[in-house]
């Protein structure tokens, strides 16, 4: 060691990836580092990685299916063993692609039966459905979405499917749902929410996608002179940190990072060195009731 250390020997990865025939190396895309929604399963991935000595590639596609593809294969071309996808949503071509290589895979941040793929998450259309229930429940009639796009997101669309769920299960017309897609930001919520606020009949409650946009929600009340949630309610989903530090603080959707985080990398483990089976995991996501959701303004709307 002694050695080791006056030398400054490192060992050659290269010809360590040759003789094992494998990098430990595994790649993770997901759509942005802009905001939190990502950071906390991601570090619990890294953390299960980094236990069982393997290193973690991480690229952002910015929620772009072309260069997500791109990074897919520049990842598998480096050598990556193992990859972690977020959502399903993705050309046929890029899971023909993966198989023919043999690079195992695993979807987070989603869990649906009618997907083959091997996955780890929450059902997000029964999460915002029960989400949208419990504002129902508040006697909020008039009600709107804040969405990312819901192209090439499976999660957005599905969030989106949960409260037009609810609003047929309570005897509401789902079409009544107003919904405005915008990249997920602070200032596009705020944005947004002014836009929504500005149309008739006004909304009583606007759900927001995230958490990111639900505080941009918030901010934009505070300026516009609006009580939440005495005019208006507004509810994130994620329970990103930003939801309690809020004012008012934020009713979510608590999604399992760190169990989704740590699971994806053992379903990976367990993939990579062919042990079988790998069945997809649900995980629950559970409502956080804080300040910002409050009865209808004048009663039944």
């Not at 890029?94 to 997907?115: C, E, K, S």
């Not at 940190?241 to 979510?252: F, R, S």
Request: proline content about 5%; hydrophobic content about 45%.
């Amino acid at each position: 060691m002694a050695a080791v250390e006056a030398l400054g020997y490192a060992p050659n990865f290269g010809a360590q990836a040759l003789a094992a025939k494998r990098t430990n190396t595994f790649g993770a895309i997901i759509p942005t580092m802009e905001n939190a929604i990502f950071a906390r399963g991601l570090q619990a991935f890294q953390e299960e990685l980094h236990r069982n000595g393997v290193t973690l590639l991480v690229a952002s596609s910015n929620y772009d299916a072309d260069l997500e593809e791109e990074q897919i294969r520049g990842l598998v071309a480096r050598g990556a063993d193992a990859l972690l996808l977020i959502g399903h949503d993705r050309s046929p071509r890029i899971y023909d692609f993966l198989d023919a290589r043999q690079v195992p895979y695993v979807v987070a941040w989603t869990y649906d039966t009618n997907q083959a793929r091997v996955s780890i998450g929450f059902d997000n259309r029964k999460a915002m459905a029960a989400l949208a229930e419990r504002v129902i429940e508040n006697g909020h009639r008039s009600i709107a979405l804040i969405t990312a796009p819901r192209k090439d997101n499976d999660r957005a669309r599905k969030r989106a499917e949960g409260i037009t769920d609810a609003m047929a299960l309570h005897g509401l017309d789902p079409k009544a749902l107003r919904i405005l897609e915008t990249p997920y930001s602070i200032s596009n919520g705020a944005q947004a929410f002014e836009a929504l606020m500005q149309s008739q009949p006004r909304p009583t409650a606007i759900l927001c996608g995230n958490d990111v946009l639900a505080a941009g929600a918030l901010v934009q009340a505070r300026k516009m002179g609006l009580d939440v949630p005495g005019d208006v309610s507004i509810t994130g989903f994620d329970d990103i940190e930003i939801a309690q530090i809020v004012t008012p603080a934020l009713t979510t959707v608590h999604v399992p990072h760190n169990d989704m985080g740590k699971g994806a990398a053992r379903l990976l483990f367990a993939l990579r060195n062919e042990q079988t089976p790998a069945a997809s995991i649900e995980l629950e996501a559970h409502i956080v009731t804080r300040a910002s959701l409050g009865p209808a303004p004048g009663g039944d709307q």
